[in-house]
C-alpha cells in the first residue's frame, strides 16, 4: 500500500506550502488547492485519505466544496476542518467533519490529529524519525 | 351657571305642553345646543373684545364661571408674553379682515394652569358692519402631549435601533477581526514550527530555512498590513489623518502597484491602462487606494478571468477606473459598501476586514475627489471609478 494521501485546501499560500511541505516530510502524499473548486479538481482521479479544510474561501467555501464532494459517485473522503472562521463547531457538524482544528494551532497537534483519522500508517516512514 | 343656559321649563307652547319640535325651531335651541357642548369653548365676543357669551365648554375648559368673564377682555385667556406682543387684538383683526383666523397657543386657565388651544375666531358681520366674532376652542394639551410622547418615543426607538445596529457592527467586525488576525498568525506558528520540526528530525537545510524565513516574513508583512488599516480606520474616522500632497503622476502610482500584485497573482490577469496623469496628490495614500481596488476586484473574481485598471486625464483632474468580472453587487448594497466593517453579500467566504473601501473613500475625500461603484448586478462584475482634482482643496498640508 502507498503512502496516505491528504489534500490540504487553504486560499492562505502560506498555509497551504508550508503544511503541503511538512506533511510531505512526514511521509504522506500531499497535493495542495487554494479553494473548494480547486480541490474539486484535485481530487479527480485521486481520491484523498483525508481531506484538510479551511472554511471560508474565495470563489467555493467549504459548504459549497462538500456539497459538491457528496454529489460525487465514489465514497467522500474524511474532513478535518482547520479555520479561523467562528461557529468553528456548527460549522463542522454541518458539514459532517471529522474532526476540527481552529487556528492558530499546533503542527504536531493536527499531524496527530492527520494519523489519527487516516489510521496507522503502513507506507512510507516518516523521513528523519 | 352659564348665561346662556334655558331652562326649558321656562318657555312653554300655547298648548301648554312644549314639544321637541317647538324647541327645534325656537330661536333658543341653537343657544341651547351650543351650552351644552362640553368638549368646545363657544362663546361671543364684541367688536371691542369683550367676552358676550360663555358656554359650559368654556367654563369646562377655562376654569371661569360666566359671571366672571361676560364684559371681560379676553387678554384674560392669553399668556402675559401673548398680551404683551398684541396678540389677542391681532387675531381679532385678522379675523376682521379675512372672516376668519386661526389662533393656535399657549392659554391660561383661571387657576394660572396653561392648556393649548387650538382656536378659530369668525368675524360676524350684518350688512358689511362688524358687530363680533365667535370664537371656538379646543383643548388640544393631552393630544399635544401625547404628539410629544409619541415624537420622544420614536425618537428613543430610533436611538435604540442605532445603538443595536452599532453593537451589531462591532460584533460582525470583532469576529472578521479575529478571523482575519488569526489567519496570519497560524501561518506564523506554522512556519516556525514546521522549521524547529525540520530541525529536531536533522533535515533542516538551506532551502528549508529561505523558504520558512519568506513565509514567516509574509505573515508578518499580512500583520502589519491589518494592524496598519486598523489605526488607519480610526483616524480617518477622528479626522486626524494628514495628507502630504506633492507633484505626482498617478500612473507610476498605478504601474508601482501593478508590479506588487503582477508579482503575487499569476496568469496575467491584471490588464491595463496607464496615461500619464500628472496631479497634484499624496503618493502614499492614493497607492493604498489603487491597491485597495486592485486587491478587491482580484478577491471577487476568479482565475482566470481578467481586471482591468485604467488610469486617464480627466477635464476634473484625474480618472482611476478599477474593473472586473466578477461576482458583482446587488443595487442596493451599493451605498453600505463604503461603510465600515460593511461587506458586499457576496463576500461571505472573502477574507479581509471590509475596511479598504471606507478607508479609499476616506482618502479621495480628503483629496476632495469622489468614488464611485457601478455594477450590473449580482455576479457580471463591478466597476469602481475614482475621480481626483487637478488641486487637493486647501487644508491640508500643502507640501511646498
Known sequence: ?129 | MAVTQIKPTQRVSASGKRTLADLAHGPEAIRLLVDAILDYAIFLIGPDGHVLTWNQGAERIKGYSASEVIGKHISLFYTREDVEAGRPERILRQAARAGRANDEGWRVRKDGTRFWADASVHALYDHGRLYGFAKITRDMTEAREAAERERQLAVEREARLAAEEALRARDRFLSIASHELKTPVASLQLAVDALLMSRQRGILDQGRIERGLERIERAVRRMSTLLVELLDVSRLERGSTEFHFTDVDLSDIAEEVIDRFAGVEPNERIRFDLEPTPIRADAARIEQVISNLLDNALKYSSQPDPVYVRIAPSKEGAAIEVRDRGVGLALDRKDGLFEPFSRGDNSVSVPGLGLGLFISREIVAGHGGHISVESAGDGKGTTFRVTLPQQPPRNGDGGS
Open chain 1, 1 to 129: 500500500m502507498g503512502a496516505r494521501r491528504v489534500l490540504v485546501v487553504d486560499d492562505d499560500p502560506t498555509l497551504r506550502e508550508t503544511l503541503g511541505e511538512v506533511l510531505t516530510d512526514d511521509g504522506f502524499d500531499v497535493r495542495v488547492a487554494w479553494n473548494g473548486r480547486d480541490a474539486l479538481e484535485k481530487l479527480d482521479g485521486w481520491n484523498a485519505d483525508v481531506v484538510i479544510l479551511d472554511v471560508m474561501m474565495p470563489v467555493m467555501d467549504a459548504f459549497g466544496f462538500q456539497s459538491a464532494l457528496d454529489q460525487r459517485p465514489e465514497p467522500s473522503p474524511p474532513v478535518i476542518l482547520l479555520s479561523a472562521a467562528p461557529g468553528l463547531a456548527s460549522a463542522a457538524s454541518e458539514l459532517g467533519a471529522a474532526s476540527v482544528i481552529s487556528k492558530p494551532f499546533h503542527l504536531q497537534d493536527l499531524i496527530a490529529e492527520v494519523r489519527r483519522v487516516v489510521g496507522p500508517m503502513n507506507g512510507t516512514a516518516p523521513a528523519g524519525v
